[in-house]
């Protein structure tokens, strides 16, 4: 009998036996749990619109898994002999409030509010917080502090500042040479720091009563970080399908690009779709502004602004006209977002906010600690913008 005879009528290929194009020996592989109760906050309390449209907040195979790290607020002394029903139903209803913006007493006391589970808790994208002008708030909480937060104590400081929940124009400080007769050869000259005004280029709208709207977001707020790249299909709500998903979090994999070209040897992090507007166009940073007051307490301006640039805010002009941004995508990159995006079953009117991966760019003058958190592998082969990539994930070592 010919050898030929032997073989099976259909052979699979390397990528479709491996999920990948690259033969990788090694694969960590661990089983998370989609976090129900936190897409129940991301879509306004509706369990209905969780199973309704389930296909816009499942984890998809081949997305990119974010786990759910510590969380911003901090939690009331009197919850700690409350029944945790109650509690998460507090938390979920908005009823409970953390810190003086939110009418509450502030212990200092980090309580864990995830129930005891055997899996991770995980999501891949964040609902429909931009589908409501309120609940943009908390995506323009997120991007403030993935851009300015340089440090513990200063991450600490823009928590306390979300929760004081206080209106404030926008407004940085610039370093100046101080007036007067000029220095003596050698001598350090003199420097003031002047407040420059940006109007029109804040992070946060007063929506009235001066406040930022910030602090009744803060029940949902976490230090989002990368757990890998999932295997199969997970659903939001168990009404729906089964909640559970295989993520890979260690090993050799190709995955889809984001907004910015990655090069080999490029260590690469994930970023939210809503950012792209805080980085150039080469995936570095915008540049850093002091917003920093002599008491430690942030201002209020958008992480896109730009000194001397045409547009001073994200999507408004000085004047607070809707603007376009700052640099657009090729239309070959256009072409292939719009090609992976057919994989969503999304509506052209709502944009499902996933994460995706770039290079990450070192900042020695104003490193930016949540872009480092969010590091998680190494990229082994270039690729352009929403291209597939070949990436080392190292996320069972780190």
């Not at 939690?75 to 002999?81: D, Q, R, T, V």
């Not at 929760?163 to 050869?185: E, H, R, W």
């Not at 990450?360 to 480092?372: H, I, K, Q, V």
Request: charge should be positive.
């Amino acid at each position: 009998m010919a050898s030929s005879d032997y073989l099976l009528p259909f052979q699979p290929s390397l990528a479709q036996a491996t999920n990948t194009r690259l033969d990788s020996a090694c694969k960590h592989i661990q089983q998370c749990r989609i976090a129900t109760d936190d897409m129940m906050s991301f879509v306004h309390g509706d369990a209905e619109e969780l199973q309704r449209n389930k296909y816009r907040y499942c984890i998809h195979k081949d997305e990119l898994v974010v786990g759910l790290g510590r969380p911003w607020y901090v939690c009331l002394s009197i919850c700690l002999i409350l029944s945790f029903f109650f509690v998460s139903l507090a938390f979920r209803e908005g009823l409970i409030f953390l810190g003086r913006g939110g009418g509450g007493w502030d212990t200092g006391t980090v309580v864990k509010r995830t129930s005891n589970s055997a899996y991770p808790k995980v999501i891949s994208n964040l609902g429909g917080l931009m589908d409501r002008g309120d609940t943009r708030v908390a995506i323009h909480m997120i991007r403030f502090m993935n851009h300015f937060a340089r440090s513990i104590p200063e991450r600490q400081a823009i928590i306390q500042y979300f929760k004081d929940d206080v209106y404030a124009p926008a407004m940085f400080y610039q370093t100046i040479l101080a007036a007067g007769p000029a220095p003596a050869a050698g001598a350090v000259p003199p420097v003031v720091r002047v407040a420059v005004q940006t109007p029109g280029a804040e992070a946060f709208r007063n929506e009235g009563g001066q406040r930022l709207q910030t602090a009744k977001h803060m029940r949902y707020m976490y230090d989002y970080f990368t757990v890998g790249f999932a295997n199969t299909l997970g659903y939001a709500h168990a009404n729906t399908g089964d909640t559970m998903t295989s993520v890979m979090i260690g090993g050799l994999r190709t995955v889809m690009n984001g907004d910015f070209e990655i090069f080999a040897g490029d260590l690469v992090q994930f970023y939210w779709t809503f950012e792209r507007d805080d980085f150039e166009q080469d995936g570095r940073r915008k540049p850093y502004l002091d917003i920093w007051e002599a008491n430690g307490r942030p201002n209020n301006v958008d992480p896109s602004f730009t000194v001397g640039a045409q547009t001073t805010g994200r999507k408004r002009n000085a004047a607070g006209q809707e603007i376009q941004p700052t640099w657009s995508t090729p239309n070959d990159a256009q072409i292939r977002q719009a090609h992976y995006n057919l994989s969503y079953g999304q509506r052209a009117d709502k944009q499902k906010i996933v994460a995706k991966i770039k290079p990450y760019f070192r900042d020695d003058a104003n490193p930016r600690l949540m872009d480092w958190y969010r590091v998680f592998g190494v990229a082994i082969a270039s690729a352009r913008p929403n291209e597939m990539c070949d990436i080392k994930i190292a996320r069972q070592s780190m």
